[in-house]
């Protein structure tokens, strides 16, 4: 094994005692790749036993003779306030401040998760993405111009699978590619190779302290790099621009407008990507100016996916060449749940943008499609996060006069829309729902029964050569386990599939 600091792991682990809190998608691999290294592990979960989530993990295990203890329920923590781990794996979003846990820590033992111990472990380079927009887009953007170069690469964290059971098969040479959440930077003393940060607006503020711990989290991603470390902030951000006091390593900075990306004046020091005048993407370092494709010749639209293609084509410079770049940037469709196209009934187009998690994911969604000139019917709807909804009702009427909601936010949807119509003229429907969860099955009729009455009266509303787009302006929590859940049921009923 070249590895060594994975055969170091490995060897130290073996015969120990773990705790993983949490059973979710990334720590269900965990479990598996920790019982393979003899590890004793138990698993920790706030849900019981009969939840549909928690049965299936417990029947998938057993029938792959793997065996584990369990520990469920609303007490679940107690055994690890009266039981000895070695390691305890908390889940993202569990501070390392909870009782347990302190408990555990002074006990003896190593906390850690299984995001922050793979980029521990991981030998290759590690290109790493967070940001409270574009980071999907942005990640995945760097992941295909690098695998266009040429480079076996492993995407992973909030994206693509989990890596910590895959890390034995990363070679140096390889490439991985990382999205990042504040919760899984919360706390995290580990830093990326590359480390952008697309920018930062309030979100999550239903789960962080307040706005300066979310700000705090995202600068985890690149404070703890060595000085070959390298940054790429938005220069157009002032929250991701004043970061820049905290790289050790290099920076990198972008924005649409080269006058902001190079604010604080030119330098041959500084690596800076924008569009020039005739609207090239331009990347200027002390080598010159390198024209990368005209924006107009982008596949995606909107300005937002040229700002992401501005951080990824720093986040790759010197790894990806300009003929691997225009490649891509021709032929990438997109990303699943980004203002996806799903097909065309009589007439209409429908789209699924499920990824719109907050009200500027939305605002950037509706100024993509304003700025092609596509109008029509807009369902929307999800769990608030308490953040600021200024400048939506305004981005929304410019794309729909006719809204559909379903959500647990509809108040905050119909006050906004109320306060920046300034005159223009417009129509709501809303679709009384409750706690009904579709992972449940005695309450999944009723959430897909909301649905396509949603798309029904969305059929009723829309006109030829429109569109119907489901951008939610919330999180999927208030109905689903996740927004991918929700894009891919919104998916199947608008293929007929349900």
Request: charged share 25%; with cysteine; proline share 2%.
């Amino acid at each position: 094994m070249n590895n060594l600091k994975l055969k170091d792991f490995i060897d130290a682990i073996n015969g120990k005692s773990a705790a993983v809190i949490g059973v979710g998608i990334s720590n269900r691999p965990l479990i598996r790749w920790l019982t393979k290294l003899g590890v004793n592990v138990t698993a920790f979960d706030r849900l019981e036993a009969d939840d549909p989530s928690i049965s299936k993990a417990i029947e998938e295990f057993e029938a792959d003779g793997i065996n584990i203890s369990w520990s469920l329920g609303r007490d679940y923590l107690d055994q690890l306030m009266n039981t000895d781990f070695d390691y305890v794996f908390k889940t993202p979003k569990m501070r390392y401040t909870e009782p347990a846990l302190v408990a555990a820590r002074n006990n003896g033992s190593i906390l850690t998760t299984e995001m922050e111990l793979f980029m521990n472990l991981c030998p290759a380079k590690i290109f790493a993405v967070t940001g409270s927009d574009g980071k999907t887009t942005t990640t995945t953007l760097i992941s295909e111009l690098l695998k266009a170069q040429g480079y076996n690469v492993y995407i992973g964290g909030n994206i693509g699978t989990p890596l910590l059971d895959q890390v034995q098969d990363i070679k140096e040479d390889d490439m991985v590619v990382l999205e990042l959440s504040s919760f899984q930077l919360l706390d995290c003393v580990t830093s990326a190779d590359v480390a952008v940060v697309t920018n930062v607006t309030p979100n999550h503020l239903d789960f962080h302290k307040d706005y300066n711990e979310y700000i705090d989290a995202k600068t985890n991603i690149f404070k703890y790099q060595s000085p070959m470390g390298r940054v790429v902030l938005n220069a157009a951000c002032e929250i991701t621009y004043k970061m820049r006091e905290l790289a050790k390593g290099s920076i990198s900075y972008f924005a649409l407008a080269e006058s902001v990306a190079q604010r604080g004046g030119k330098s041959p020091l500084k690596t800076c990507a924008y569009l020039d005048a005739e609207g090239v993407l331009t990347v200027a370092d002390s080598k010159g100016e390198t024209k990368l494709i005209n924006e107009n010749e982008i596949l995606i639209p909107g300005k937002h996916n040229v700002e992401n293609y501005l951080a990824a084509a720093l986040a790759v410079q010197g790894y990806v060449g300009t003929e691997a770049f225009v490649k891509v940037a021709k032929t990438f469709k997109g990303v699943a749940h980004r203002i996806e196209f799903i097909r065309e009934i009589n007439g209409v187009k429908y789209y699924n943008s499920s990824i719109d998690t907050s009200p500027n994911r939305t605002i950037n969604t509706m100024n993509a499609l304003s700025s092609r000139n596509q109008k029509g019917v807009l369902i929307c709807g999800g769990a608030d996060k308490k953040c600021d909804y200024t400048g939506l009702g305004d981005a929304i009427l410019n794309v729909s006069d006719r809204i559909i909601i379903y959500g647990t936010n509809a108040c905050f949807i119909k006050d906004i829309l109320a306060k920046e119509a300034q005159g223009r003229s417009y129509e709501v429907f809303e679709i009384e729902g409750g706690d009904e969860v579709y992972e449940f099955p005695e309450s999944r009729d009723i959430v897909v029964s909301k649905y396509v009455q949603a798309l029904k009266k969305a059929g009723e509303l829309a006109h030829e050569g429109e569109i119907v787009i489901m951008s939610n302006v919330g999180t999927s929590y208030d109905h689903f386990r996740h927004f991918e859940h929700r894009g891919d049921m919104f998916r199947d009923l608008v293929n007929g599939i349900i």
